[in-house]
């Protein structure tokens, strides 16, 4: 037998006020996009914004409905629309923020794991990184330089059969 270690690194910000104003202004429409998130069974709100190589910004919004699980995910909401409308286009960065109806959150929240998922696939096909930067409503911002730091051990095309 033998052990493999994984290592992730990942730089923590006290505030939005020390990122570069490029990925503050991402942060704040990821918040707009997030007080706009249908969320009426949870109260918890999720934005995310994302940037283009062509300088376009997407964001999206978590949509819940009562037939659980037939919502979507913020993250989701925004690749997909980027993928639909501007397909071939590198996605570069990503904002995330939560804001809670129950508790303010000060934690910065990653991801769940179909959200890493589906941003895993567009990495791998775009062949370039996507900065991740996540925070909670208020406090710590997280930069994750690719999706690969939060999902180490994708599951990508190289695994399916050729047909």
């Given at each position: ?25 991402l ?22 914004a ?69 941003l ?14 996540f ?29």
């Amino acid at each position: 037998m033998k052990k493999h270690k994984l290592e992730t690194y990942l730089e923590v910000y006290d505030s939005i006020s020390e990122l570069p104003d490029t990925i503050q202004n991402l942060i704040n429409k990821a918040q707009q996009a997030r007080d706009n998130a249908y969320a009426p069974y949870s109260r918890f709100k999720v934005g995310a914004a994302l940037e283009l190589a062509n300088g376009t910004i997407v964001t999206g919004n978590n949509q819940e409905n009562a037939a659980f699980p037939s919502g979507l995910c913020a993250e989701r909401v925004a690749v997909f629309y980027a993928g639909a409308n501007y397909p071939g286009e590198r996605i570069l960065h990503l904002a995330l923020t939560v804001k809670s109806g129950h508790k303010v959150i000060n934690t910065p929240t990653p991801p769940c794991g179909a959200c890493r998922q589906s941003l895993a696939e567009y990495e791998v096909g775009q062949g370039q990184p996507i900065a991740l930067y996540f925070m909670g409503e208020t406090g710590k911002v997280v930069k994750s330089g690719s999706i690969r730091d939060l999902l180490p051990l994708i599951f990508d095309s190289s695994f399916l059969e050729k047909l």
